[in-house]
């Protein structure tokens, strides 16, 4: 069993910048990053395998960056150009196995999930 805590959400405007953070409380191989606005499916945005390896979500690809520090167990996302769209509740995931790049960032394939962080995106 691993515990994810999510971290560093909050408001921003549109154009600005945040980081979120997953802490992990155990190592394990692939970690991904969700989101749920109101009335929306979660999305998936990202995943990362401990080799490094990353898939991005076409719709965040090239504003938002996946990256981990093995050592500390913490997963980040660096969201660059927040739109007001951006705005959900963000969630990590991680999953003992790993899913390439042809089966996208999909929910079904992580076992383990944060509680979430909320990022809001003024207009």
């Known amino acids: 069993q691993v515990q994810l805590v999510e971290s560093g959400g909050g408001s921003v405007q549109a154009g600005g910048s945040l980081r979120l953070s997953c802490t992990a409380s155990g190592y394990i191989y692939s970690m991904g990053w969700f989101r749920q606005a109101p009335g929306k499916e979660r999305e998936g945005l990202g995943k990362?395998?401990?080799?490094?390896?990353?898939v991005y979500a076409d719709a965040v690809e090239g504003r938002f960056t996946i990256s981990r520090d093995k050592s500390k167990k913490i997963l980040y996302l660096q969201m660059n150009t927040l739109k007001p769209e951006d705005s959900a509740m963000y969630y990590c995931?991680?999953?003992?196995?790993?899913?390439?790049?042809?089966?996208?960032?999909?929910?079904?394939?992580?076992?383990?999930w944060g509680q979430g962080t909320q990022v809001t995106v003024s207009s």
């Open positions: 990362i395998a401990d080799i490094g390896y990353t």
């Open positions: 995931a991680a999953d003992p196995s790993w899913t390439g790049r042809p089966y996208g960032v999909r929910a079904a394939d992580f076992r383990y």
